[in-house]
């Protein structure tokens, strides 16, 4: 525990009054979230609130040290809570279990909180907080862990880039048919293939709308692509088979040494290639194997006994019940895609991958390292304590990177302007409170809009302005039937927001009012009542294609906050992490510059 000396020591002077006093949020009470809420307990922080939505699993207690095996289904905020608490009495904590996104999580009860950390793992969830935070005027501290991969950053509306104000692109996972189907060169190719076309050729739904297999065929490759095609009809009439005693010779013969003899008569394609070798099913069936261990990769005959009997299991649920989906969870699956992924990594010369590696990457896991969540939530404390002090020329972004190379690990770069192009915080972010929302129509509220004079005014009017709440449209001039209609009735309730912006000029900033808890009697009198005029962000109109140069971010999957500025030279140093190696193995990566 930190005494208040020790505290202005570190974080300088008023620091220990400062923490002391402020009363900060804390969401998501996960990896990254339990070591943030050790932290503050003993940093001196003193209101600690901290909101999850779920129940811990047995899952979670290999990182998340303030749980244990006696909590196990307990809330998370609940039990983290309790437990900093043990560490120090004196604090004051609350917890609650819900989703952070919800219509009770309003404006107001945002701008209760002098700073808020989000330590969560996914984009929604991420982008509600910053857009919350924005509109409560409320500094936020973001963070993200993936592997032996971290960041942290500090965003303040108006003085800083938010989480939107570079686009994040869709997690992309895609490879050529022909790659997956006729020359796999690398591990994932087979897992791609077992998992993506032969699991579901025979088991479950139509494959390739799944997105990870395109159809992106190269020139000269048409011919190919049509034999693939009564490939694939040969392997769906083979299906009639399910259910017999031969079902999985039938499957093997066909794979691993029909469709082979096939692929290797087209001696141009292995011209430049290794040409891959048939398998044989009696030769494998006569070899005796010990049972496979998870951690080792399997042999050609230890693979081909999971191969026979996840092939018999999985018929007999096909058969049993509806279309079967993988699910890295559902260990029959996983099996069967354990053992053809390895089995056509053994024809095509490919390394193996241990049972272990393979549900990661035909599961997308990327393994989360307590060391990691420890750095970061490190990070966010002294990044949380700079930006309470309103010192936000002395935070920064910070990238944990894993390279041996470099001397050190923690790569740090001064706060960036906000985007002039965000569509999220280059907005006017007001509060709206009404009196009675089941009787002041919306209609009523574009007037008040449009009478505001002087400082206030928005440069809307009827005429001009349209509204939109998610992805309802509610108003345009030439779309009025919601103008009678109450503002309760159109769900326009506290915790909403609502998208404000002038039609016809660009150049007029749109303005995002949060709805907040009705009027009080301090206000009667009043029917609608707006807040926060102060402030009026600098204001570019959008392009219509976002503008190349502003992508500078690098996208890695949901886990990992992006935000611009770093190198393509510096991000594939980050990645060679070798956890990341396997998660993603090149392909799975997707880099804007
Ligand atoms: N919308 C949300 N509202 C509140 N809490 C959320 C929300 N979304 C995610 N979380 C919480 O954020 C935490 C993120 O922690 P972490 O990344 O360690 O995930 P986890 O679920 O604990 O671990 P894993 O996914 O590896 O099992 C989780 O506890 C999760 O419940
Ligand atoms: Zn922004």
Redesign the pocket.
């Given at each position: 525990m930190r005494t208040n000396s020790q505290i202005s020591a570190l974080f300088g002077p008023g620091a220990a009054t400062r923490l002391a006093t402020a009363r900060v949020l804390v969401?998501?009470?996960?990896?990254?979230?339990?070591e943030l809420l050790k932290n503050l307990s003993v940093s001196g922080f003193h209101h600690i609130h901290a909101?999850?939505?779920?129940t811990i699993?047995l899952?979670?207690l290999n990182?998340?040290f303030l749980f244990q095996r006696k909590h196990i289904k307990k809330p998370?905020?609940h039990v983290a809570t309790a437990a900093i608490k043990a560490f120090n009495p004196s604090l004051d904590t609350s917890a609650m279990q819900?989703?952070?996104?919800?219509e009770q999580f309003d404006v107001d009860w945002f701008g209760q909180f002098a700073l808020v950390f989000n330590?969560?793992?996914?984009l929604?969830?991420r982008r509600?907080v910053n857009a919350m935070c924005l509109a409560a005027r409320v500094p936020l501290v973001e963070s993200g862990?993936a592997g032996y991969l971290g960041q942290v950053t500090v965003i303040k509306g108006g003085e800083t880039e938010c989480f939107d104000c570079h686009p994040k692109p869709a997690e992309k996972r895609s490879f050529p048919v022909c790659t997956i189907r006729s020359t796999p060169t690398a591990p994932i190719h087979c897992i791609v293939w077992a998992k993506n076309y032969l699991f579901v050729q025979l088991f479950g739904e139509p494959l390739e709308e799944k997105g990870e297999v395109v159809e992106e065929v190269e020139a000269g490759q048409e011919e190919e692509l049509k034999a693939l095609k009564e490939e694939s009809g040969a392997l769906a009439a083979l299906s009639e088979a399910m259910g017999g005693d031969d079902f999985a010779q039938r499957i093997f013969n066909k794979v691993f040494c029909h469709d082979i003899r096939r692929l290797l008569s087209m001696s141009d394609m292995w011209a430049q290639r290794q040409p891959p070798r048939v398998l044989d099913y009696d030769e494998l069936e006569n070899q005796a194997c010990d049972p496979p261990a998870d951690h080792s990769n399997l042999s050609m005959a230890q693979a081909f006994i999971l191969f026979r009997e996840s092939c018999h299991t999985l018929a007999r649920r096909r058969l049993e019940g509806s279309p079967l989906a993988f699910d890295k969870d559902d260990q029959d699956t996983l099996d069967f895609v354990t053992a053809t992924a390895s089995l056509r990594s053994y024809a095509f010369f490919i390394d193996q991958k241990s049972p272990f590696e393979v549900k990661a990457m035909a599961g997308n896991?990327i393994p989360?390292i307590a060391t990691t969540?420890a750095i970061v939530a490190g990070m966010m404390v002294t990044q949380g304590v700079l930006a309470l002090a309103g010192r936000l020329d002395e935070c920064h972004t910070a990238y944990l990177s894993y390279n041996t190379k470099r001397p050190r690990c923690v790569i740090r770069e001064s706060l960036s302007k906000p985007s002039l192009l965000c569509p999220v915080c280059r907005r006017r972010y007001l509060t709206l409170r009404l009196a009675d929302p089941a009787k002041t129509i919306l209609g009523d509220l574009l007037d008040y809009i449009g009478c505001l004079e002087g400082d206030m005014t928005l440069g809307m009017s009827r005429d001009n302005i349209s509204v939109v709440e998610g992805s309802r449209l509610l108003y345009d001039p030439d779309y009025d039937s919601n103008c009678s209609r109450s503002m309760q009735d159109l769900c326009l309730v506290p915790g909403k927001m609502v998208t404000f912006a002038n039609e016809d000029d660009s150049d007029v900033v749109p303005v995002i009012l949060s709805i907040a808890r009705p009027l009080t009697k301090e206000n009667s009198g009043l029917d609608i009542l707006i807040e926060g005029f102060e402030y009026i962000p600098e204001f570019v109109p959008l392009p219509q294609q976002p503008l190349k140069e502003e992508c500078s971010a690098t996208a890695v999957d949901n886990?990992l906050i992006e935000f611009g500025k770093r190198s393509i030279d510096d991000v594939n140093e980050v990645f060679e992490s070798p956890s990341k190696k396997h998660a993603f193995d090149s392909e799975d990566l997707v880099i804007l510059d």
């Open positions: 969401v998501g009470a996960g990896g990254i979230g339990c909101i999850d939505l779920d699993d899952s979670n990182r998340q998370k905020a819900a989703n952070i996104k919800d330590a969560l793992d996914n929604e969830a509600h862990t896991i989360a969540n886990n």
